[in-house]
């Protein structure tokens, strides 16, 4: 496991994990020492914790709250996983007046809201974004608090294979993101009907493949609309949706700006920023 501190002190802290894990490699119980939302760049593993168990992928969020003792595996597939963990203050939590059953250990499924600024986040890190990662981290952990207080998640089945066959089926969708992927055509690659599959891959994780598509679209929108001057028109084609109108419309959904305010957004427009964090914490 490499880690790196990209924002090491402050109220919000950014680490960067970048894991090498293999099926074969042993786990080992770990403890969460303060309250983390964690946003998963790429690759999958398994979290358990608090007598459930998470199957993450590219846009999953992992809950740590001080205290709780956890396990994370790979049995899965090789190659590991690519993380940015977001660490708060106490002091910082009780600012998003959050309920605290947010704050529960456990993981979450892929979330446009959140996947957005996870790519945002992912572009700043690498120099590609005006933002500082602490200001970004700040808007991920309101919009988190925001849209998850008070629901419920599901929990997953305990299955090995049937989690095998989601996840594989998972990287398998962001891989062809850009194309027409239909429900058929991804449950015959997991060898199964239709109709079991979508089940079986919305109880893993959390999500039906049709939005796990869509959201792997929006999410490699983001970063696009982040790192590059690429008209909004060839990155919506680009990206797998052929109506800019339902493009827009989809982003904003999901992002809270249009995609020009996203842009301007990661190039540091401040004005904008001030905006998201006044209509975030004016929820509360």
């Known amino acids: 496991m490499q880690t790196a501190a990209l924002v090491p002190s402050g109220p919000i802290r950014v680490l960067e994990y970048v894991c090498s894990a293999t ?12 309250y983390s939302v964690s ?31 956890f396990m994370c595996t790979h049995e899965h597939r090789a190659g590991g996983d690519h993380c940015l963990s977001f660490r708060l203050s106490p002091e910082c939590v009780d600012s998003l007046a959050a309920s605290k059953s947010s704050w529960q250990s456990r993981g979450l499924p892929p979330l446009p809201e959140l996947m957005v600024l996870g790519q945002m986040a992912h572009a700043a890190s690498r120099g590609e974004c005006d933002l500082g990662l602490d200001e970004i981290g700040l808007l991920f952990a309101a919009r988190f608090a925001r849209v998850v207080s008070g629901q419920s998640q599901p929990r997953v089945a305990s299955n090995p294979r049937d989690r095998k066959r989601a996840v594989d089926a998972a990287f398998w969708i962001e891989s062809r993101a850009r194309n027409e992927v239909d429900l058929a055509s991804v449950a015959d690659q997991a060898g199964l009907s239709p109709f079991h599959f979508l089940r079986l891959f919305s109880r893993v994780l959390g999500v039906t493949p049709h939005q796990y598509l869509v959201r792997s679209r929006l999410s490699r929108a983001a970063q696009l609309l982040s790192e590059q001057d690429s008209p909004i028109t060839e990155i919506a084609l680009e990206v797998g949706f052929a109506d800019l109108s339902n493009f827009i419309r989809t982003f904003q959904r999901a992002a809270g700006v249009s995609p020009s305010s996203f842009r301007k957004l990661a190039r540091g427009d401040r004005k904008i920023l001030q905006a998201e964090l006044r209509g975030l914490l004016d929820t509360r």
């Not at 099926?23 to 403890?31: I, K, R």
């Not at 998470?54 to 205290?67: C, H, K, N, T």
Request: charged letters at 20%.
């Open 23 to 34: 099926p074969s490699t042993a786990p080992y119980a770990e403890e969460h020492a303060e």
């Open 39 to 69: 946003f998963v760049q790429s690759g999958s593993f398994g979290y358990h914790c608090r007598g459930e168990s998470f199957e993450l992928v590219a846009g999953s969020v992992l809950v740590g709250a001080p205290g709780d003792e």
